[in-house]
């Protein structure tokens, strides 16, 4: 596919390529790499389950010893490139984007501080320009519908009250931005994955309607370079319409 960016954001290292046995837990799958079983670290907690299926290929890198898990599966293949399911690579990444002003909606801005307290919560970030800040979520959207990528894939309670605070943060007269990483090859859109969490679908509605900036940015991993790259640094936004899935539980648009 063609990028706006061709530089890549980041480069990962000691890739190795591997085949998905199945998720042994929230944390953990079990995989094989060159004909040899391993443990795999894996930090997204959502359900993937239209990634982690027995038989995909997928893309680690080699961790520390001495863990029960001896890599991480950050990676998997889809369409000739790869899925970005490591939520980790993908806040590098985008603040690789903030750092080199690859996001025209946020340019002159620059990262202040991590993990700022908002009301009851920890956000992601609070972003300063010369006179204005800007509090900032980022969710990783991995889903696909279609051409759209979706968030999220189970209900959630903590992005729910993310979405309530912003959104009051707004009413109040603040800046408040929620992101998605729509972290897919050949997605041209975002949209709320209505079926598996209808109440996140509503407060997201409401929360652009009272002044909450939502963006979506598209990005994927390339095995030949071993490296993550932005194509599209906007991606369309529908909040209007649903998502559901068909008797198979593939994923479809309404």
């Known amino acids: 596919m063609n990028d706006i960016f061709p530089a890549p954001l980041l480069t990962v290292g000691n890739v190795r390529t591997c085949r998905i046995i199945r998720r ?11 004909g040899k079983g391993h443990l795999a670290h894996i930090n997204n907690t959502g359900r993937l389950q239209e990634f982690l299926i027995e038989g995909r290929t997928a893309y680690c890198f080699k961790t520390e010893r001495g863990r029960v898990t001896d890599c991480r599966l950050f990676a998997v293949e889809e369409a000739g490139l790869g ?4 939520t980790q690579l993908q806040m590098k990444a985008f603040e690789r984007m903030v750092e080199g002003e690859a996001l025209p909606w946020l340019e002159g801005y620059r990262i202040q501080k991590r993990n700022p307290r908002l009301g009851e919560s920890r956000l992601d970030y609070l972003l300063t320009n010369e006179s204005t800040e800007i509090y900032l979520e980022v969710k990783s959207a991995v889903l696909r519908g279609g051409d759209f990528a979706m968030y999220p894939d189970c209900p959630t309670s903590r ?7 912003l959104t009051r943060h707004a009413r109040k007269g603040g800046k408040a931005v929620i992101v998605f990483m729509a972290a897919l090859p050949q997605v041209t ?12 679908h509503e407060l997201l509605k409401k929360a652009k309607s009272e002044g909450v900036s939502v963006k979506a940015v598209g990005l994927y991993y ?10 599209n640094p906007d991606l369309r ?8 899935f068909d008797k198979l539980g593939r994923s479809k648009i309404k």
Do not use: C, W, Y
């Open 222 to 231: 390339n095995p030949k370079d071993s490296s993550i790259h932005l194509f």
């Open 159 to 165: 992005g729910q009250r993310h979405v309530m605070e």
């Open 83 to 86: 899925a970005l399911i490591d």
């Open 189 to 200: 859109g975002f949209k709320p994955h209505q079926d598996a969490d209808p109440v996140l």
């Open 237 to 244: 936004i529908d909040l209007q319409s649903g998502s559901s």
């Open 24 to 34: 042994l837990n929230r944390f953990v799958v079990r995989v094989q790499i060159q």
